[in-house]
């Protein structure tokens, strides 16, 4: 009968990027990978929604997605048929801290793939046409996230969180700054936002011969001139509005709820221990929140926890439903658990089982060319050290309990949690006596 | 496009394939790229096999097998699991059930210890049943009744189904979910976990023969179930336009139009993957051309041809704008259906869906997890995992004739089902 044991942790032997450079500062990662003749690129650029001045939320993603409707080069049509004529696949998608253009590919078609790309960066139109429907369809899509309980959620989450701060909006923005959009605006995002000396390139999977590659590059990328030369950065420096903020969605017959505080941000040198105490609370099928809300007690069918580390601060939440009725229950219960992780920390033998679980998942989660992609522009973006992925196994399994425990009261709810809920506020009100006061949302407010 | 798999390809598709004496089927995919294991066991039963009154169960039952069986009891199964560095899942669809785990090469005999144990002796205890059918209501309550397209597909289906299993929803309708008793658990386990109606598929890093003994030790001496009962596949040929309005508190309306379409096995099947990507995927495709931009009546266009074993559904979701009115979206949408009858696809447009799904058929083997799951998914719903295989020849051979002649067949008014949103109040207006 086969024994419960740890991994020996069998080195993963990770792909050596690398790395080139053209004389317009643009960095390129090329990483050999797998026996599939298909090849993922990814060029990412601080050009994120953390860019957003007040009164212009979602410029960022709204610059991005015009991108591949038109270039000097390419129509909107054409330039759709040249990526998938050839078996391409083109996302754009701007995050709070970067935007990103990726394309997935038959290997033998990445010259032309990355001359699309180069044609997208460096040479959008902006036609006012295309701005038009890029208009409607994003107020478009901004009303039907407010028909989404678990959107609205979010929305008020991040406001609650962030306040003032960028981090504050979703990156598809906020209908009335949407509405407000003109060309100029998005000229100018571009020119001062996009530039080759902020860019890096990640080419993952069947990739070409670096002398091969470095032509490619050039064709594709090398007159690309101007934008920034460094980072912009906006600290975090006002407290999230703890207490509860209530949303309510009278067709309801659940709640969705949220509870966070900010957190730490994407360097912090606890990131083994905020890990080990994220999957400890509420990570895999054994965490602690699942096994009390939803193993134990049927209150909801998912419930996670999770530390997001950005490039200005962060954020710790918990994210759950229950129905309507078991609202107060559930908030309780979450609450519970997560003083007891943290005034208690935990057992050793919880502490060797969570490095065990995330040490052995850890290869799996780099698999595919898109997440090792990912990984490395992350990389890139940050700055993070070289070992950040190599070593990762080795200083899950040197972190001690001492250590995890303390971090613990540092970060899990050390101060009043905002908590969101959404639902049915006549019958989520009476449940909330005792959680901080109380404030109350439409979903007008939240557009 | 490559004109043939380079040799690397071609052998990890190269599997040692056994079948033990209870019936088993077992597919070894060898990889070792990467130190650890992707096991996926697949049984084919889903919500097709239940009868009304008990919908729901299969989905359930699905969740019971990880609440103990009779070595591993309640709450083990995912403890030993993750304590050895692996993660599970699973997942229930109309036509089958599929479990999986990705996990360190050095677990394997654990998880073949955990996963035998359980297809032979669950253990279905009263307490985990009621937690657990708590759990799943909440699932019910986030996944269709407070979520507007979840509410709109499960409508679709009772709709376009009079008499086929597939009018019911896979979680099942809530008045059900309470009716289902341990005793419904109990015999559908012996019925359908059985070891003769399940396939697991191994890939990843392992060695084959060494692999297939483990496999052998810990699964040949599981008894063979009964014969499973047929599902009766019939459903009458649609003679009407089938129609619902629904009216929700929404900001904008959307419509969801299915036609019904051939099964899985059929040789339509690579047809419609090739309509549906030329209408449906990316910003370039007809469907998002006319609708997004030249009509500019919608936000988004989904266009689904999702492969059965039995009657299938091509599925159109138009998102309208605020300001869209879904009537013009109908309009434009069979417009464009007409088209494609009357005039069939550019050969650019043709060319473009062709080259697309090979890369697909590729982009769903490049992972051992990915890998397990389309393979052993092709052999539940079309036979076996090289007939899946097979469909990158058959997209490579549909012509022009072949696109007209499918759509002729298929996207006619009275086999069309529409359902319709309509916002009862928008917010800010009461």
């Given at each position: 009968?086969?024994?419960?044991?740890?991994?020996?942790?069998?080195?993963?032997?990770?792909?050596?990027?690398?790395?080139?450079?053209?004389?317009?500062?643009?960095?390129?990662?090329?990483?050999?990978?797998?026996?599939?003749?298909?090849?993922?690129?990814?060029?990412?650029?601080?050009?994120?929604?953390?860019?957003?001045?007040?009164?212009?939320?979602?410029?960022?993603?709204?610059?991005?997605?015009?991108?591949?409707?038109?270039?000097?080069?390419?129509?909107?049509?054409?330039?759709?048929?040249?990526?998938?004529?050839?078996?391409?696949?083109?996302?754009?998608?701007?995050?709070?801290?970067?935007?990103?253009?990726?394309?997935?590919?038959?290997?033998?078609?990445?010259?032309?793939?990355?001359?699309?790309?180069?044609?997208?960066?460096?040479?959008?139109?902006?036609?006012?046409?295309?701005?038009?429907?890029?208009?409607?369809?994003?107020?478009?899509?901004?009303?039907?996230?407010?028909?989404?309980?678990?959107?609205?959620?979010?929305?008020?989450?991040?406001?609650?969180?962030?306040?003032?701060?960028?981090?504050?909006?979703?990156?598809?923005?906020?209908?009335?700054?949407?509405?407000?959009?003109?060309?100029?605006?998005?000229?100018?995002?571009?020119?001062?936002?996009?530039?080759?000396?902020?860019?890096?390139?990640?080419?993952?999977?069947?990739?070409?011969?670096?002398?091969?590659?470095?032509?490619?590059?050039?064709?594709?990328?090398?007159?690309?001139?101007?934008?920034?030369?460094?980072?912009?950065?906006?600290?975090?420096?006002?407290?999230?509005?703890?207490?509860?903020?209530?949303?309510?969605?009278?067709?309801?017959?659940?709640?969705?709820?949220?509870?966070?505080?900010?957190?730490?941000?994407?360097?912090?040198?606890?990131?083994?221990?905020?890990?080990?105490?994220?999957?400890?609370?509420?990570?895999?099928?054994?965490?602690?929140?699942?096994?009390?809300?939803?193993?134990?007690?049927?209150?909801?069918?998912?419930?996670?926890?999770?530390?997001?580390?950005?490039?200005?601060?962060?954020?710790?939440?918990?994210?759950?439903?229950?129905?309507?009725?078991?609202?107060?229950?559930?908030?309780?219960?979450?609450?519970?658990?997560?003083?007891?992780?943290?005034?208690?920390?935990?057992?050793?033998?919880?502490?060797?089982?969570?490095?065990?679980?995330?040490?052995?998942?850890?290869?799996?989660?780099?698999?595919?060319?898109?997440?090792?992609?990912?990984?490395?522009?992350?990389?890139?973006?940050?700055?993070?050290?070289?070992?950040?992925?190599?070593?990762?196994?080795?200083?899950?399994?040197?972190?001690?309990?001492?250590?995890?425990?303390?971090?613990?009261?540092?970060?899990?709810?050390?101060?009043?949690?905002?908590?969101?809920?959404?639902?049915?506020?006549?019958?989520?009100?009476?449940?909330?006596?005792?959680?901080?006061?109380?404030?109350?949302?439409?979903?007008?407010?939240?557009? | 496009?490559?004109?043939?798999?380079?040799?690397?390809?071609?052998?990890?598709?190269?599997?040692?394939?056994?079948?033990?004496?209870?019936?088993?089927?077992?597919?070894?995919?060898?990889?070792?790229?990467?130190?650890?294991?992707?096991?996926?066991?697949?049984?084919?039963?889903?919500?097709?096999?239940?009868?009304?009154?008990?919908?729901?169960?299969?989905?359930?039952?699905?969740?019971?097998?990880?609440?103990?069986?009779?070595?591993?009891?309640?709450?083990?199964?995912?403890?030993?699991?993750?304590?050895?560095?692996?993660?599970?899942?699973?997942?229930?669809?109309?036509?089958?059930?599929?479990?999986?785990?990705?996990?360190?090469?050095?677990?394997?005999?654990?998880?073949?210890?955990?996963?035998?144990?359980?297809?032979?002796?669950?253990?279905?205890?009263?307490?985990?049943?009621?937690?657990?059918?708590?759990?799943?209501?909440?699932?019910?309550?986030?996944?269709?009744?407070?979520?507007?397209?979840?509410?709109?597909?499960?409508?679709?289906?009772?709709?376009?189904?009079?008499?086929?299993?597939?009018?019911?929803?896979?979680?099942?309708?809530?008045?059900?979910?309470?009716?289902?008793?341990?005793?419904?658990?109990e015999r559908y386990f012996r019925t359908y976990y059985a070891p003769n109606n399940a396939v697991m598929y191994v890939v990843g890093d392992v060695?084959?023969?060494?692999?297939?003994?483990?496999?052998?030790?810990?699964?040949?001496?599981?008894?063979?179930?009964?014969?499973?009962?047929?599902?009766?596949?019939?459903?009458?040929?649609?003679?009407?336009?089938?129609?619902?309005?629904?009216?929700?508190?929404?900001?904008s309306a959307a419509i969801l139009v299915a036609h019904r379409a051939p099964v899985a096995t059929d040789p339509d099947t690579a047809i419609l993957?090739?309509?549906?990507?030329?209408?449906?995927?990316?910003?370039?495709?007809?469907?998002?051309?006319?609708?997004?931009?030249?009509?500019?009546?919608?936000?988004?266009?989904?266009?689904?041809?999702?492969?059965?074993?039995?009657?299938?559904?091509?599925?159109?979701?138009?998102?309208?704008?605020?300001?869209?009115?879904?009537?013009?979206?109908?309009?434009?949408?069979?417009?464009?259906?007409?088209?494609?009858?009357?005039?069939?696809?550019?050969?650019?447009?043709?060319?473009?869906?062709?080259?697309?799904?090979?890369?697909?058929?590729?982009?769903?083997?490049?992972?051992?997890?990915?890998?397990?799951?389309?393979?052993?998914?092709?052999?539940?719903?079309?036979?076996?995992?090289?007939?899946?295989?097979?469909?990158?020849?058959?997209?490579?051979?549909?012509?022009?004739?072949?696109?007209?002649?499918?759509?002729?067949?298929?996207?006619?008014?009275?086999?069309?089902?529409?359902?319709?949103?309509?916002?009862?109040?928008?917010?800010?207006?009461?």
């Amino acid at each position: 009968v086969a024994k419960s044991k740890a991994p020996t942790l069998q080195p993963i032997h990770l792909p050596v990027p690398v790395e080139l450079k053209l004389a317009n500062g643009l960095t390129a990662l090329s990483v050999e990978r797998g026996a599939i003749p298909l090849v993922t690129a990814i060029l990412v650029l601080p050009a994120g929604s953390a860019l957003d001045v007040p009164g212009k939320e979602g410029l960022a993603d709204f610059t991005a997605q015009l991108l591949r409707r038109g270039t000097a080069r390419f129509t909107a049509e054409a330039l759709e048929d040249e990526v998938e004529l050839y078996g391409g696949n083109l996302g754009v998608q701007a995050a709070p801290d970067s935007m990103s253009v990726s394309i997935s590919c038959p290997s033998e078609e990445l010259g032309r793939m990355l001359r699309v790309m180069g044609s997208m960066v460096r040479e959008p139109l902006f036609l006012e046409e295309e701005i038009a429907h890029a208009k409607r369809r994003t107020l478009g899509a901004i009303a039907n996230d407010l028909d989404d309980p678990a959107a609205l959620a979010e929305r008020a989450l991040n406001r609650a969180l962030f306040g003032r701060h960028p981090y504050a909006h979703e990156s598809v923005g906020r209908m009335k700054a949407v509405e407000s959009f003109t060309r100029d605006d998005v000229v100018e995002f571009h020119r001062n936002a996009y530039g080759p000396a902020v860019a890096s390139l990640i080419l993952v999977g069947v990739v070409p011969p670096r002398a091969k590659l470095q032509v490619l590059l050039e064709e594709a990328f090398g007159d690309w001139k101007g934008g920034p030369v460094a980072l912009k950065v906006f600290p975090v420096n006002e407290p999230a509005a703890a207490g509860v903020w209530l949303v309510n969605k009278e067709d309801q017959s659940q709640s969705q709820i949220r509870v966070g505080v900010q957190g730490p941000w994407k360097k912090d040198p606890r990131r083994i221990a905020l890990l080990l105490l994220e999957s400890v609370l509420g990570g895999g099928f054994t965490s602690r929140l699942v096994e009390e809300i939803r193993v134990n007690r049927g209150l909801s069918y998912s419930v996670r926890s999770e530390f997001d580390r950005l490039r200005s601060g962060g954020s710790f939440c918990v994210r759950t439903y229950t129905q309507t009725e078991s609202t107060r229950e559930l908030l309780q219960v979450l609450l519970g658990e997560v003083r007891k992780l943290r005034e208690r920390g935990m057992p050793r033998g919880e502490l060797e089982k969570a490095k065990r679980y995330l040490s052995g998942i850890f290869p799996a989660r780099l698999e595919s060319s898109e997440a090792l992609a990912a990984s490395f522009a992350d990389m890139k973006m940050f700055d993070l050290p070289a070992d950040h992925l190599t070593r990762y196994r080795e200083k899950l399994w040197e972190a001690k309990l001492p250590w995890v425990n303390g971090v613990a009261k540092e970060v899990l709810f050390a101060e009043p949690p905002a908590i969101v809920v959404v639902g049915r506020a006549k019958d989520v009100l009476p449940q909330l006596k005792g959680f901080g006061e109380v404030r109350e949302l439409t979903v007008a407010e939240l557009q | 496009m490559p004109k043939s798999r380079p040799p690397a390809l071609a052998a990890t598709l190269r599997p040692k394939e056994a079948t033990l004496s209870n019936g088993l089927r077992v597919r070894l995919f060898p990889d070792t790229t990467l130190p650890f294991v992707s096991l996926h066991i697949f049984y084919q039963v889903g919500s097709r096999n239940e009868r009304p009154g008990i919908t729901g169960i299969s989905h359930l039952f699905e969740h019971m097998m990880f609440n103990g069986a009779k070595k591993y009891g309640p709450k083990a199964f995912d403890r030993v699991l993750e304590g050895c560095g692996g993660s599970s899942n699973a997942y229930t669809s109309s036509d089958f059930t599929s479990y999986h785990e990705t996990f360190p090469s050095e677990a394997l005999e654990q998880v073949l210890d955990l996963e035998s144990d359980r297809m032979r002796s669950l253990a279905i205890n009263d307490r985990m049943l009621r937690s657990e059918r708590e759990v799943v209501k909440e699932e019910r309550r986030a996944v269709v009744d407070n979520d507007i397209n979840g509410t709109l597909y499960e409508e679709l289906e009772a709709l376009a189904f009079k008499v086929h299993p597939y009018r019911w929803p896979i979680i099942g309708w809530m008045g059900d979910l309470d009716l289902i008793q341990k005793e419904d658990c109990e015999r559908y386990f012996r019925t359908y976990y059985a070891p003769n109606n399940a396939v697991m598929y191994v890939v990843g890093d392992v060695e084959p023969k060494k692999a297939l003994a483990l496999i052998q030790r810990y699964f040949g001496t599981i008894r063979k179930g009964p014969p499973v009962p047929e599902v009766n596949e019939y459903e009458p040929e649609p003679n009407g336009e089938r129609r619902v309005t629904l009216r929700k508190p929404a900001q904008s309306a959307a419509i969801l139009v299915a036609h019904r379409a051939p099964v899985a096995t059929d040789p339509d099947t690579a047809i419609l993957d090739v309509i549906q990507y030329a209408l449906g995927v990316g910003d370039g495709s007809r469907l998002t051309r006319s609708l997004v931009y030249g009509a500019a009546v919608a936000v988004d266009v989904h266009v689904d041809w999702a492969w059965r074993r039995g009657p299938g559904l091509f599925t159109t979701r138009v998102d309208l704008s605020p300001e869209g009115e879904p009537s013009r979206a109908e309009e434009v949408l069979y417009g464009q259906l007409d088209d494609l009858i009357q005039r069939g696809l550019t050969e650019q447009e043709l060319l473009r869906a062709k080259n697309n799904l090979r890369a697909q058929l590729l982009r769903e083997l490049a992972t051992v997890s990915r890998r397990a799951d389309i393979l052993g998914t092709y052999e539940m719903l079309l036979g076996s995992w090289q007939d899946g295989l097979r469909m990158g020849d058959a997209y490579a051979r549909v012509t022009g004739e072949q696109v007209k002649a499918v759509a002729a067949k298929y996207f006619q008014p009275e086999r069309r089902t529409v359902v319709t949103l309509l916002p009862s109040a928008r917010a800010g207006e009461a």
